[in-house]
């Protein structure tokens, strides 16, 4: 899926501390380039065909053209995230080490571990430029420099992290069941990857960590987040069946799972 990034027009990426809170993510890719700096906790990554555990210390680079989903985070999991837009990327990855950044999908595998040193480095200009996003200027110009330096902490890191190919049926298997227009049941899903619905969901627990219902009811969750907004004139439950749920009391157990509180407690948040 692609996403539309909201990045206000006068900024030319942005830099955030992202926390779990029990968000749940979709399988998406979008024009902007993203890095990834994993500071607490763990997490499993799912980019493309390859599985990607990650933890303290961990930069990953997404480029555009390349799915990816954060798939599990533990409670205390933090990573620094970092977009730029095209024309930024475009203008300062000049020098021929950085040309890499300008391309849409890199042969290769973009997971390192950082040293400390690289680690605090990193994590004290991220706070510092952070703490300027109120001036423009000077919160554009510390995305440049810290586009630069985060690729050259990257380059300079000897520890590189390639993953673990996924099988073909299992990728295909996400890819499905990522697709809004395709709601097929287990049978249907598992004959279209190749295997059969036993094989498949084995198969998928093993290689992802998640079993294949936990997988895509996260996926109609997602989707339910995004057509709800913030529920203004809107019925719970008619978004939830658009979203994918076969029932109100599916829906109601798996809200519940996920996010840690009910679907009413929610809309009385928002």
């Given at each position: 899926?692609?996403?539309?990034?909201?990045?206000?027009?006068?900024?030319?990426?942005?830099?955030?501390?992202?926390?779990?809170?029990?968000?749940?993510?979709?399988?998406?890719?979008?024009?902007?380039?993203?890095?990834?700096?994993?500071?607490?906790?763990?997490?499993?990554?799912?980019?493309?065909?390859?599985?990607?555990?990650?933890?303290?210390?961990?930069?990953?680079?997404?480029?555009?053209?390349?799915?990816?989903?954060?798939?599990?985070?533990?409670?205390?999991?933090?990573?620094?995230?970092?977009?730029?837009?095209?024309?930024?990327?475009?203008?300062?990855?000049?020098?021929?080490?950085?040309?890499?950044?300008?391309?849409?999908?890199?042969?290769?595998?973009?997971?390192?571990?950082?040293?400390?040193?690289?680690?605090?480095?990193?994590?004290?200009?991220?706070?510092?430029?952070?703490?300027?996003?109120?001036?423009?200027?000077?919160?554009?110009?510390?995305?440049?420099?810290?586009?630069?330096?985060?690729?050259?902490?990257?380059?300079?890191?000897?520890?590189?992290?390639?993953?673990?190919?996924?099988?073909?049926?299992?990728?295909?298997?996400?890819?499905?069941?990522?697709?809004?227009?395709?709601?097929?049941?287990?049978?249907?899903?598992?004959?279209?990857?190749?295997?059969s619905p036993s094989r498949?969901?084995?198969?998928?627990?093993?290689?992802?960590?998640?079993?294949?219902?936990?997988?895509?009811?996260?996926?109609?969750?997602?989707?339910?987040?995004?057509?709800?907004?913030?529920?203004?004139?809107?019925?719970?439950?008619?978004?939830?069946?658009?979203?994918?749920?076969?029932?109100?009391?599916?829906?109601?157990?798996v809200f519940k799972q996920?996010?840690?509180?009910?679907?009413?407690?929610?809309?009385?948040?928002?």
């Amino acid at each position: 899926m692609k996403e539309q990034l909201r990045l206000p027009a006068h900024c030319e990426g942005s830099l955030w501390l992202h926390c779990n809170h029990g968000r749940i993510f979709a399988m998406h890719h979008h024009v902007e380039l993203e890095f990834n700096l994993v500071t607490h906790g763990t997490g499993l990554y799912l980019l493309a065909n390859r599985k990607y555990e990650i933890r303290r210390g961990d930069l990953l680079w997404l480029f555009p053209a390349q799915e990816h989903v954060l798939i599990e985070q533990s409670p205390d999991f933090k990573m620094w995230i970092g977009v730029f837009k095209p024309q930024l990327v475009n203008r300062v990855a000049q020098d021929a080490p950085a040309r890499t950044l300008r391309e849409a999908d890199p042969a290769g595998h973009f997971n390192r571990r950082l040293a400390p040193a690289g680690l605090r480095r990193l994590e004290a200009l991220y706070e510092e430029i952070e703490a300027s996003r109120a001036q423009t200027g000077l919160y554009n110009a510390g995305l440049a420099y810290a586009l630069l330096t985060t690729w050259d902490e990257f380059v300079a890191a000897a520890d590189v992290a390639t993953g673990v190919d996924v099988h073909p049926a299992v990728e295909k298997a996400a890819r499905l069941i990522r697709d809004v227009t395709t709601r097929l049941p287990v049978e249907t899903l598992a004959q279209q990857a190749g295997l059969s619905p036993s094989r498949l969901s084995r198969l998928f627990k093993q290689q992802t960590g998640v079993t294949l219902l936990d997988f895509r009811n996260r996926q109609r969750l997602e989707r339910f987040l995004e057509l709800y907004g913030t529920g203004q004139r809107q019925k719970m439950l008619n978004v939830a069946l658009e979203a994918g749920f076969g029932s109100y009391p599916q829906f109601h157990r798996v809200f519940k799972q996920v996010m840690g509180c009910s679907p009413a407690a929610y809309r009385r948040e928002l």
